[in-house]
């Protein structure tokens, strides 16, 4: 098979951009007419969303929005999904395939080269171009043995590389120029360009800062990006991106406590863009607010462990109170499973407990399973009739009592619980606050007047508005060039 053109974008370090800025450019390219596709080696993050085939990183998940494209497994070929005890899920071409541990998973990364390198293959026969993301940092070269994630995959697969440097957390040239420092010299010259990201202020200001990392480097520079504000409206991948800076005393408060497995939280980001509604983050140390209006329990990676660090940080006793005073709480997946009577561990799924009583507030019980249930969904809220699309990603069954009120309808089964007294809801679906309709009514009935805005048209304009930045600012035409060399 003929060789594609491609680009890896890497980073001087975690959080400097990368997700985002390969969103950016692959609808700057969708813009051009280009059939880009984005690809992610391997990623590391607990919010996960249903591809087809399996689970893929939410951050590829936007990617393929960006580009065009019906998410695939192929984006994403190995996710790790960090638990508590056990270590991590390793989810291979969208399936998971077992638990390791950090110190196993260095000795069995290497193993998964070729279906890393046959994913990309498969990305190549049906796409025109294909963008690539890092992880982490080059330099970390304590992790080179075995790198499948940056250098290690660009090597492999022979993909020019461009570095991007985080500006707005200092250090820019000692992080891009230490990054070549220790790189050896197949590596340095592998990257072709760099970029600074995040430039808050008169970018002019950095132009002998981008002069000397050149000279130093022998890069080429690709530009100075402007800080996007609007970047904190797109989902995000890491709960430290969520946006919930918006706290005013006449908006409707969900309160979210930040459990250690916290995952798949991208359910909180429509509820998170409405005008009157505040969603605050509850860190460990701090007690869920009496002034909240709602208690969210979100998903988790590990259920057991993360019920008992609710209970460690007393939040089931701020729990107990709230319901006391007639306020609604509502769990999503592991926060469902944990509001039931029961949960049952017989297969050893999550660690060593192999049973814990839940938080009692539906009659219900949970068995965890080996195999995952994996699927979109598409049904109705049984309460109001709306239209609901998302899906499931999780390890359980749940019976019992409160199940004959469902959450919702979806295709031949029911889904979910709530308490007798309607306080009290459960459900195993992700994303159905996208759906506008519902997000409306569900915000209609607990007081609260919604925008009236299309979520996914919002995500899609300021996609649209991120690629027209990187064009305004960003050297796209050499990109493109280092891109095409590889197939010349």
Known sequence: MARKPALMLQGTGSNVGKSILVAGLARALLRRGIKVAPFKPQNMSNNAGVA?????????????????????????????????????QIIVQGKFVGTMRAKDYGKHKTTLMPKVLESFEHLEAHHDLILVEGAGSPAEINLRA??????????????????????????????????????????????????????????SLFSDGMKEIATRTQWLPLGILPYFQRAQLLPAEDILDLRTDRQHSDHFTIAVPKLPRIANFDDLDPLAAEPNVSVKIIEMGQPLPQTADLILLPGSKSTIA????????????????????????????????MLGKHIADPHGV??????????????????????????????FHCQSGQTLKGYEI????????????????IDDHTDGAQSADGLVTGTYLHGVFSSDTFRKHFLANL???????????SIDQVLDDLAAHLEAHLDIEQMLKIAYARAA
Not at 306 to 332: C, F, N, Q, Y
């Open 447 to 457: 007081g609260v007047v919604a925008s009236g805005d299309s979520y996914n048209h």
């Open 52 to 88: 087809e085939g399996g689970e893929i990183g939410r951050a590829q998940m936007l990617q393929a929005r960006a580009a065009g494209l019906t998410p695939d497994i192929h984006m994403n070929p190995v996710l790790l999904k960090p638990e508590s005890d056990l270590g991590a």
């Open 394 to 409: 999780h390890l359980g069954q749940t019976t019992g009592p409160d199940r004959q009120r469902p959450f919702a309808n």
């Open 306 to 337: 993360d019920l008992a660090a609710l209970r460690s940080e007393g939040w089931d006793l701020d729990i107990a109170a709230h319901l006391r005073h007639g306020k609604p709480v509502m769990g999503i997946c592991g926060g469902y499973q």
């Open 350 to 379: 999550e660690g060593t407990i192999q049973s814990v009583d839940g938080l009692g507030y539906l009659d219900v019980e949970t068995i965890l399973e080996v195999s995952k249930t994996t699927r979109p969904t598409t049904g």
């Open 146 to 203: 075995g790198d499948i994630a940056n250098m290690g995959f660009a090597e492999a697969a022979d993909v020019p590389v461009v570095l991007i440097g985080d500006i707005d957390r200092g250090g820019v040239i000692a992080s891009l120029v230490g990054t070549y420092a220790v790189l050896p010299a197949a590596e340095q010259t592998r990257i072709k360009g760099f970029l600074i990201n995040k430039f808050r202020g008169d970018a």
